[in-house]
Nanobody, 116 residues
Framework: QVQLVESGGGLVQAGESLRLSCAAS????????MGWYRQAPGKQRELLAG???????NYADSVKGRFTISRDNANDTVYLQINSLKPEDTAVYYC??????????WGQGTQVTVSS
């Protein structure tokens, strides 16, 4: 069973930066696309960014320019660099991964709280 463990969340002030990490373990099959989502209270979970094994990236329009996704294939780890944090970035951030067998996995989430 694949486990995704996020880390790096916390309480920060507006304007600061955070780097979230998500380490995958236990996968029998290669992980293809990995990505980051977030869910704010009372809102639906939204896709922020995704990255393929080859390094191709895509971003939600709302985070382009402030969020950067990267990946370490050797360690099955994906990162999300968030700059110029805003109070509206407050949410639980989730890591997602897909295997070449089209299985989808989720992490437990890490809370990011941005104070104004």
């Amino acid at each position: 069973q694949v486990q995704l463990v996020e880390s790096g969340g916390g309480l920060v002030q507006a304007g600061e930066s955070l780097r979230l990490s998500c380490a995958a373990s236990g996968s029998r099959f290669k992980l293809t696309t990995m990505g980051w989502y977030r869910q704010a209270p009372g809102k639906q979970r939204e896709l922020l960014a995704g990255i393929t094994r080859g390094g191709n990236t895509n971003y939600a329009d709302s985070v382009k320019g402030r969020f950067t996704i990267s990946r370490d294939n050797a360690n099955d780890t994906v990162y999300l660099q968030i700059n110029s944090l805003k109070p509206e970035d407050t949410a639980v951030y989730y890591c997602n991964a897909q295997s070449i067998r089209f299985q989808t996995f989720w992490g437990q989430g890490t809370q990011v709280t941005v104070s104004s």
